[in-house]
């Protein structure tokens, strides 16, 4: 009986830290994820756009365009520069409202 009661307590202690855990660990990433969103939001919001997966890719590719016609203008690189921020800027035109 001393025994059996033993390694219920132990079961039950036990079972209490991994729910601790467990639950601490979700509300972490339930918080991560609402942060995320919640700037997701605020992006699209600010810059007129839609929160749709496409239109933040688009956002990041075009903002690698600028990024490529500033480095090709840093290179004295007039022409590809100019056609980098041409498609860049083009490609944001799309996505902005």
Known sequence: ??????????????????????????GL??????AGGN????????LGMDTSIISILTLIVGLMLLWSAIRAFMNVRIVAGIIWLLLGLWLLSWIIH
Do not use: H, K, P, Y
């Open 1 to 26: 009986m001393q025994a059996e009661s033993f390694f219920e307590w132990l079961g039950q202690a036990l079972g209490s830290v991994i729910r601790f855990i467990v639950d601490g660990l979700s």
């Open 39 to 46: 700037f997701i939001d605020g992006l699209a919001r600010t």
């Open 29 to 34: 990433f339930n918080l991560l994820g609402n």
